[in-house]
């Protein structure tokens, strides 16, 4: 998806995001080689066929420990796409065992498992974990997970689990390549057979060496044509192990999927189709094979310069473990293209649209999977955000009970001299943004851009209210609200400065929006110790976390609006010690912050953006929910 407006660049953030992520593979591959592994409950002598399944990066790992299974220890294993094994599982399964991978465990990776005692024994791979699966909105999640492990199933965990926020992923395939590999050890040993040899230093030297690699093969070539030329070229059963690498480029680069060609087949029909068009083949190869290089060079003969390139990528690696290098290869021949084309993955064509498909293993009615179009057409998305709809639109959505408005608060007020002005605004449309995402009956009105913020006009820039006015902007955009037929408004701010004068005027806004259920959410003090509880799962205290401008709140624009923020200008702030946050900012920040930053920005990450988001939301729609059970009470604060 290009982008050619002038102004900040859209497809930043997303690849900022990734580029953060393939540096981190190395470190992520030896914590995920230092977690203990299960031992193998069953014997594996006995069982018929091991039957592995997944979808999207996920079904990688699945052809891969069947090939490793198969190829390198000779017992009988073969990869089957979900839809084989849904809605009933195969007459053999009493003596199979079923092995599906899923990294966060979506709706579809889900359908084989709804029978896990119809299985002679059920392991699933994923990145989910129990805390993970407690979370409010994962209750699907917690129920598999319970269910599975009631049948006597086995969960084996692999790293990370909260990768979101990009369409492509780079972490959860390159980890899940080693769980593969981990669990045909396992299984080979417990049947007896030689264990597979792995130098987890040698596949890390190769990951760290392949951007040279990549930059050496693709010197002085257009990259912004390159995704609809590529083919591969592999040998053998490793053509078999090539899905993710292909998928890289579907969902990557937002290209067609790129073919896979044997060597030998490639004189029939891939040649010819190929010979008057532009191509670029990859070579994806292994050190010293004598019999790749000759066809390699039979091959090259064929080609047309003028029109053909051949980019060969010789592994290190030795056998199935090439999959490593050749993975880490494409990373960044991915993140070349993703510069070139100016692609987008936070904002992909088609997001929030494939739910009648990606759903199809979370609509089920007593075991039956919902199939017709009738059916999956109730759970098509609908836009819910106000500035993005029609009137017609959202007369519709009104008719059909969507009458909750959701009104966030921002701010115009300094964050530093690394974060801009707007950045409480930007976070207060995502909060409500996701917010609606998870109660379908909510809309998500524009944030207020302007609010209370006397506590940083020592700063220049920052523009503010008067707490009547402020109550005077929000009796009137209720009073619109309600006009146009919604039924509740649930308040909320992105800016801590705004909750005080909030908290002073939800009467006069509770008389104001009558007949209207009005719900407030001014709980500070919770919401500030569960973000400081995010951000010690990363290794960051609370006085880095912060109060204003820390790593927190760095971390989230980061991922959102990534070109906005002044990585050159991150600096520590306040960091002290406090029991009372709220004297450091009263009267004047300035005063105890001179840089305007409470916390310390630098430990910040994009990729940790959706999770500290998903904590903040979780706290809006517990607040909500717990409000609408409590009859009476419109303003809900945590005690």
């Known amino acids: 998806m290009s982008e050619s407006a002038p102004g900040p660049s859209p497809w930043r953030a997303g690849y900022d995001v990734l580029q953060e992520r393939v540096r981190r593979l190395p470190s992520l591959l030896r914590a995920q080689a230092a977690s203990p592994m299960a031992p193998v409950r069953f014997d594996p002598r006995s069982v018929r066929c091991f039957v592995t399944s997944g979808v999207g990066s996920s079904e990688a790992h699945a052809r891969y420990l069947a090939s490793l299974l198969s190829e390198e220890m000779g017992l009988p294993a073969r990869f089957v796409p979900l839809s084989a094994l849904a809605p009933v599982a195969p007459r053999t399964a009493s003596r199979d065992v079923l092995i599906v991978f899923s990294q966060g465990l979506s709706p579809n990776a889900r359908l084989p498992l709804a029978a896990p005692k119809a299985w002679h024994h059920v392991v699933l791979a994923t990145a989910v974990t129990e805390a993970g699966a407690a979370r409010p909105g994962q209750e699907s999640k917690r129920e598999l997970l319970e269910r599975l492990r009631e049948a006597g199933g086995q969960v084996v965990r692999f790293l990370p689990e909260d990768e979101y926020t990009t369409l492509v992923r780079v972490l959860g395939p390159m980890a899940g390549y080693l769980c593969a590999l981990r669990m045909a050890q396992a299984i080979g040993e417990r049947a007896g057979l030689a264990s597979l040899s792995v130098d987890l230093d040698a596949i890390c030297s190769r990951i760290d060496q392949a951007e040279a690699v990549v930059e050496a093969g693709f010197v002085g070539r257009d990259l912004s044509t390159l995704p609809g030329e590529l083919a591969f070229l592999a040998s053998g059963a490793y053509g078999e192990l090539t899905a993710n690498l292909r998928y890289k480029v579907l969902e990557g680069m937002l290209a067609p999927l790129p073919p896979v060609w044997d060597w030998l087949h490639f004189a029939h029909g891939p040649f010819q189709q190929s010979h008057d068009q532009r191509a670029v083949f990859i070579a994806l190869t292994h050190e010293g094979e004598p019999r790749e290089?000759?066809?390699?060079?039979?091959?090259?003969?064929?080609?047309?310069?003028?029109?053909?390139?051949?980019?060969?990528?010789?592994?290190?690696?030795?056998?199935?473990?090439?999959?490593?290098?050749?993975?880490?290869?494409?990373?960044?021949?991915?993140?070349?293209?993703?510069?070139?084309?100016?692609?987008?993955?936070?904002?992909?064509?088609?997001r929030g649209l494939d739910g009648p498909i990606?759903?199809?293993?979370?609509?089920?009615?007593?075991?039956?999977?919902?199939?017709?179009?009738?059916?999956?057409?109730?759970?098509?998305?609908?836009?819910?955000?106000?500035?993005?709809?029609?009137?017609?639109?959202?007369?519709?959505?009104?008719?059909?009970g969507v009458r909750t408005a959701v009104l966030p608060l921002g701010a115009v007020e300094q964050h530093g001299a690394h974060l801009p002005f707007a950045a409480d605004t930007w976070i207060a449309d995502a909060l409500a943004e996701r917010f609606c995402a998870r109660v379908e009956e909510a809309i998500a009105c524009p944030a207020l851009p302007v609010g209370c913020s006397t506590e940083h006009m020592a700063f220049p820039g920052t523009l503010s209210l008067r707490t009547g006015t402020l109550r005077a902007v929000l009796e009137d955009l209720l009073a619109s609200c309600r006009q146009h037929g919604f039924e509740r408004a649930f308040l909320f701010s992105g800016h801590g400065g705004n909750e005080g004068p909030l908290a002073e005027c939800i009467g006069a806004l509770r008389e104001a929006s009558a007949p209207m259920e009005l719900i407030v959410f001014t709980d500070l003090a919770r919401l500030t110790h569960l973000s400081h509880g995010a951000s010690q799962e990363h290794g960051v205290g609370p006085e880095c976390s912060g109060y204003h401008a820390g790593e927190f709140e760095t971390s989230i624009l980061r991922g959102l609006r990534s070109e906005t923020v002044r990585l050159d200008r991150l600096e520590p702030g306040f960091v002290k010690p406090t029991d009372r946050p709220s004297e450091l900012f009263y009267p004047s920040l300035r005063v105890n912050a001179p840089n305007g930053t409470v916390g310390d920005p630098r430990p910040s990450a994009p990729e940790r953006a959706e999770r500290y988001l998903e904590v903040w939301v979780d706290v809006l729609v517990g607040a909500y929910r717990a409000a609408l059970t409590r009859e009476g009470q419109r303003t809900f604060h945590w005690e």
Request: glycine share 8%; charged share 30%; hydrophobic share 40%.
């Open 358 to 400: 990606y759903d199809v293993g979370a609509e089920t009615s007593g075991g039956r999977v919902l199939g017709t179009v009738g059916e999956t057409r109730k759970k098509k998305p609908t836009e819910r955000r106000l500035d993005r709809l029609t009137w017609p639109e959202l007369e519709q959505l009104l008719a059909s």
């Open 293 to 350: 290089t000759g066809w390699l060079s039979r091959l090259e003969t064929m080609l047309v310069p003028e029109r053909h390139a051949l980019v060969r990528w010789e592994s290190r690696l030795p056998g199935p473990l090439a999959i490593f290098e050749h993975e880490a290869l494409l990373n960044h021949l991915m993140l070349r293209v993703i510069e070139a084309r100016r692609i987008d993955q936070v904002r992909w064509p088609g």
